[in-house]
């Protein structure tokens, strides 16, 4: 059954009226702003449900106010509520009846619970859903995502920290699949080529479209937190692991050659950005150099190895 078909259409509202019912029985005693919302939510459905025809587009203009009683839910910080909450939100979202305002507000408490350590897992889940299922959500709330779930990754609980790792490589995935999907609405379209400048060290681009310019934003400050500076977009992260970040920038490079070719803007950052950092990478490390500089003026046979590189480093903001 479709989610657009008059059935599917149907038992969305259904659905919706039924979480909206429980939300309101979770929280009648302790929580009654979240109850008294909840029933404001079951009234404005069936007000929507009797005013228009294209009900999943007024759900969407209204979605904002839709998705209130459940924010509002995970506000609670409750486990019970809040998993209600999350599920009920996953399933606006499955139906794509959620705007860019009402997945900024999504993604800001989403953010909250992962502050608090709470649902960790729904939390991933609840990303993923949002950003595979539309493009609704770009620039600083689509970076915000991301770096919820890198922050997951580094959590000390080895579930959540392998499922984040997971979203994380699936996420990257979507931004670039977005970008691709992206082009091909466009093909045919004649514009006129931008000249792309080199030896810049820009932190964002006016020449490509958004889910581009997400992709060129996300790939760059990948190269940054490889080499171990703070990133442009990515505002938030904390530490990073080199080899996760050289793991992704090489899935990247795989699944995505074809963006690297046809876009000056992501072949300067093959020069710019990764280029020298692959050269850094494999260049032998300053203090070894120097210590067997020194052991030899010394007449010493041998010098101490390089120090190790610390599995993580910190991201100064």
Not at 20 to 49: N, Q, Y
Not at 197 to 204: A, E, T, W
Request: with cysteine.
């Amino acid at each position: 059954m479709s989610t657009s078909s008059p059935e599917g259409v149907k038992k969305l509202l259904e659905n919706m009226q039924a979480d909206l019912r429980s939300l309101s029985m979770e929280s009648k005693k302790k929580f009654p702003p979240v109850k008294e919302a909840a029933e404001s939510g079951i009234v404005k459905i069936k007000t929507i449900s009797a005013r228009n025809t294209d009900i999943l587009a007024a759900l969407k203009e209204n979605s904002s106010e839709m998705v209130q009683p459940f924010l509002m839910g995970c506000g609670t910080k409750e486990p019970k509520i809040t998993q209600l909450s999350l599920a009920a939100i996953q399933r606006l979202m499955s139906h794509e009846v959620v705007s860019e305002a009402a997945a900024g507000n999504i993604i800001h408490m989403l953010w909250q619970l992962m502050e608090f350590g709470l649902e960790e897992l729904k939390l991933l889940q609840t990303v993923l859903v949002l950003l595979t299922t539309n493009t609704t959500v770009h620039d600083e709330a689509l970076a915000k995502a991301i770096v919820l779930c890198f922050r997951l990754h580094f959590t000390k609980d080895n579930i959540t920290n392998n499922t984040a790792a997971a979203t994380v490589r699936q996420v990257v995935t979507v931004v670039f699949e977005r970008m691709v999907a992206e082009e091909q609405r466009f093909k045919g379209v004649v514009e006129e080529a931008p000249l792309v400048q080199g030896n810049s060290n820009r932190r964002c681009v006016t020449t490509l479209r958004p889910c581009a310019k997400d992709a060129y934003m996300l790939f760059q400050d990948l190269c940054q937190l490889v080499n171990a500076d703070a990133p442009y977009w990515l505002v938030g992260m904390t530490e990073m692991t080199r080899t996760f970040g050289l793991e992704l920038l090489e899935s990247v490079l795989n699944d995505f050659p074809q963006v690297f070719l046809q876009h000056q803007e992501f072949s300067f950052l093959l020069k710019e950005r990764v280029c020298p950092l692959v050269i850094k990478l494999f260049s032998p490390n300053i203090k070894f150099r120097q210590g067997c500089g020194s052991a030899g003026g010394s007449g010493g046979s041998s010098s101490s190895p390089a120090p190790l590189e610390k599995p993580y480093f910190p991201i100064c903001m």
